[in-house]
């Protein structure tokens, strides 16, 4: 198990790793503790508020992403473990389980073909590592690439429940589908945030805005995300040679022939580099995430994912066509990055609700 160093003048937490074995796997260099804060491109999902634990990065370009409990961590980790034939690193010999006798365990096909996924469009994972007391998957920092991260987080799917289900969950996550825009555009917008040239920050679409975002104003989310106020629009972000279509297209195609997973509350990020000028410098990335609910697909296409991401695409093509130039982008539900919370304010899980720095917009 690692243990934690507070640096009092950066406020901020290295990880000093108890076990060579596992720090070398989860690509942390023991030469010098990487310094950990939390995540602040991180739109949705786990996050720092509200007494809760969220993701970590550190200055290495590593991401690390606390593992639920019960089947969903292990259905997570399995994943990874399968996707990228990698061991758990559990820092013992006697407890670390291959790759193949995790999938057994979670009844993934063992028979699959790593090569046939598109690793391109899922972060790098380099194994897990122990922080007070907690397992964290370490995973490739995708947004570490960018000076302004602007990244945008969308759950793909008609639905987020599955026929393994009990009825209270199926009850309780059709209620939210329906009460959202899952079920009737196959997608939702969980969160995203932009870098506002104009205000020389990077700004977020409001929780609450994305909670309870109609239909109509999903476009109006879309410009906002589009729009760094350099001239570019969904035109160059989402559409062109540079933008995020092509990517998603050759993602839809994989879908089109994969049956090895089913895919349930998983989401793409659309990233890009919020400084850019010109569509070039865009840097547009679509990468995969959130795999707690995986399951094996028993020779049967992901028709809720396929359908889903099929609608995100023409929806992305509308947008980007239209330029939004009848669209209210200016009157934009966005705000100011707020100040990160104190650890002060919470009493669980204090070795991850650390000090770490300010939250504040980031010049």
């Known amino acids: 198990m690692g243990s934690t160093l507070f640096d009092s003048e950066n406020s901020q937490v290295g990880l000093i790793a108890s076990d060579p074995t596992t720090d070398a796997q989860a690509g942390v260099s023991l030469?010098?503790?990487?310094?950990?804060?939390?995540?602040?491109?991180?739109?949705?999902?786990?996050?720092?508020?509200?007494?809760?634990?969220?993701?970590?990065v550190d200055d290495r370009g590593n991401f690390y992403k606390p593992?639920?409990?019960?089947?969903?961590?292990?259905?997570?980790?399995?994943?990874?473990?399968?996707?990228?034939?990698?061991?758990?690193?559990s820092g013992s010999q006697k407890t670390r389980r291959t790759a193949v006798e995790s999938e057994e365990e979670e009844g993934i096909d063992t028979r699959w073909n790593r090569k046939d996924i598109h690793l391109k469009f899922v972060p790098r994972f380099s194994g897990t590592i122990d922080i007070g007391g907690r397992k964290l998957l370490a995973l490739e920092d995708v947004g570490a690439r960018y000076s302004k991260p602007s990244v945008i987080d969308i759950k793909i799917?008609?639905?987020?429940?599955?026929n393994s289900s009990d009825e209270r969950y199926v009850a309780r996550a059709r209620a939210k589908d329906e009460a959202t825009t899952q079920a009737s555009l196959g997608f939702k917008i969980c969160g995203?945030?932009?870098?506002?040239h104009s205000k020389e920050k990077i700004c977020r679409g409001s929780k609450s805005f994305c909670k309870t975002m109609s239909e109509g104003q999903v476009?109006?989310?879309?410009?906002?995300?589009?729009d760094n106020e350099t001239g570019l629009g969904p035109e160059s972000v989402f559409g062109g040679t540079f933008g995020a279509i092509p990517q998603l297209l050759e993602l839809h195609s994989w879908f089109q022939h994969q049956r090895m997973f089913h895919f349930y509350s998983s989401s793409v990020l659309i990233f890009y580099e919020g400084s850019a000028a010109c569509p070039e410098d865009l840097n547009v990335r679509v990468s995969m995430v959130d795999f707690a609910h995986t399951?094996?697909?028993?020779?049967?296409?992901?028709?809720?994912?396929?359908?889903?991401?099929?609608?995100?695409i023409d929806h992305l093509g509308l947008v980007a066509g239209d330029r939004c130039s009848n669209r209210a982008c200016t009157d934009s539900p966005i705000g100011e990055v707020p100040p990160a919370p104190s650890s002060r304010k919470f009493s669980k899980n204090q070795d991850l609700l650390m000090v770490c720095g300010s939250f504040s917009s980031q010049p």
């Open 31 to 56: 030469s010098k503790p990487p310094v950990l804060r939390p995540c602040q491109h991180q739109v949705a999902g786990h996050l720092f508020e509200a007494g809760k634990a969220g993701s970590l």
């Open 67 to 89: 593992l639920q409990p019960g089947p969903r961590g292990a259905r997570e980790l399995a994943f990874y473990e399968h996707v990228f034939c990698h061991a758990s690193s």
């Open 157 to 162: 799917g008609y639905r987020t429940w599955y």
């Open 192 to 196: 995203w945030q932009v870098y506002k």
């Open 219 to 226: 476009d109006r989310a879309f410009c906002d995300f589009a």
């Open 295 to 312: 399951f094996p697909a028993e020779g049967r296409w992901d028709e809720n994912y396929l359908e889903g991401l099929t609608s995100l």
